[in-house]
């Protein structure tokens, strides 16, 4: 059992940056899949990038490749999102997940362990 707790988000102007990031306690982050995912009002969860664990591998969503980083900490057991270059559409609310496995999985149902969620806004 892990618990997910995100911090970090804000309101930003157009092109600004942000720095998420999801503090675990429990077991070792290196042990699971973790993913982060964006909820807009009135829309669908949606991936926005994972990273494999214990492997290194990590992937994109298209909509913020090239402007989102994801890594992790293991000496304090986090992940971050790293976000630069944003824009309206990419207002909404952010989570972290973790699944129990180390490979890569894009659709929400894959995971077990979810965050609060943390509200990122870009105003234009």
């Known amino acids: 059992q892990i618990q997910l707790v995100e911090s970090g988000g804000g309101l930003v102007q157009v092109g600004g940056s942000l720095r998420l990031s999801c503090a675990s306690s429990?077991?070792?982050?290196?042990?699971?899949?973790m993913a982060w995912f964006r909820q807009a009002p009135g829309k669908e969860r949606e991936f926005v990038a994972a990273?494999?664990?214990?492997?290194?591998?990590?992937l994109y969503a298209d909509s913020v490749k090239d402007r989102f980083t994801i890594s992790r900490d293991s000496a304090k057991n986090s992940l971050y999102l790293q976000m630069d270059g944003l824009k309206p559409a990419d207002t909404a609310v952010y989570y972290c997940?973790?699944?129990?496995?180390?490979?890569?999985?894009?659709?929400?149902?894959?995971?077990?362990?979810w965050g609060q969620g943390t509200q990122v806004s870009v105003s234009s």
């Open positions: 990273s494999s664990g214990n492997i290194g591998s990590t």
């Open positions: 997940a973790a699944r129990p496995d180390l490979f890569i999985r894009t659709t929400s149902i894959d995971y077990s362990y």
């Open positions: 429990g077991r070792a982050l290196s042990a699971y899949a």
